[in-house]
């Protein structure tokens, strides 16, 4: 694995979500907490990427090194056939190919546990990754949970506010009722009902007016 995506994926999981906002100033907080995460997942599919290509590349060179072995077991049965058979030319052609795979193997075998160390460690850094990711997803969602309660704090403050003007105001519309008219708060809403009930009384009185003027009218036509 290049230098440069270990030096990422060391920066992702030495990195702290809380630090990150220590260092935000007006930008908005959770707008960076997402993209740090998407960050993350972007080193995340980078690192499964060469995991990939160096799990196919060990399996190639599993492959090649089963091969060279098939192969050098097979030469060494040519060579006794050829030399039963007094073919020593072809005895030492099977011989020649026998040293050529024998020092391939050697850098095989070292390739071999190179690829295998790589994938481990790439597998160590995807599991890493993928648990530093569910950190900075519970971060997350702990700050909107926190922004959420403070927020409802801020709007249920709002609503004691109102309501604290609204008194305030009624209390001096009944100072100065009060100082006017010379009757507090219970005694106005007695009088303003009594009045509505005159109101009522006096429509009651016009509709019956109304009603003996149109009998008289529709007397007369008759």
Do not use: C, W
Not at 23 to 34: L, T
Request: proline share 1%.
């Amino acid at each position: 694995m290049a230098d440069s995506l270990k030096t990422r994926v060391g920066r992702v999981i030495a990195g702290s979500m809380h630090a990150l906002l220590d260092k935000i100033e007006d930008r908005n907080p959770q707008a960076v907490m997402e993209q740090a995460i998407r960050e993350a997942e972007g080193v995340i599919d980078e690192v499964r990427h060469e995991l990939g290509v160096v799990s196919a590349n060990r399996h190639l060179a599993q492959q090649q090194h089963a091969k060279l072995n098939r192969g050098h077991e097979e030469l060494r049965d040519q060579i006794s056939q050829a030399l039963a058979q007094q073919r020593e030319d072809l005895a030492r052609a099977a011989v020649s190919r026998q040293i050529d795979i024998e020092a391939q193997i050697p850098v095989l075998e070292t390739t071999l546990a190179d690829l295998a160390r790589q994938e481990q460690e790439l597998q160590g850094f995807t599991a890493a990754l993928l648990a530093k990711k569910r950190e900075m997803q519970e971060a997350l969602a702990e700050f909107r949970r926190s922004r959420a309660a403070t927020e409802s704090a801020a709007q249920a403050l709002g609503q004691v506010s109102v309501e604290q003007r609204l008194g305030r105001v009624t209390d001096a519309f009944d100072k100065v009722y009060q100082r006017q008219t010379g009757l507090d708060g219970t005694q106005r809403a007695g009088s303003l009902q009594q009045a509505a009930q005159l109101r009522e009384l006096d429509d009651l009185v016009r509709d019956h007016k109304i009603s003996e003027r149109l009998a008289q009218i529709k007397a007369g036509q008759a």
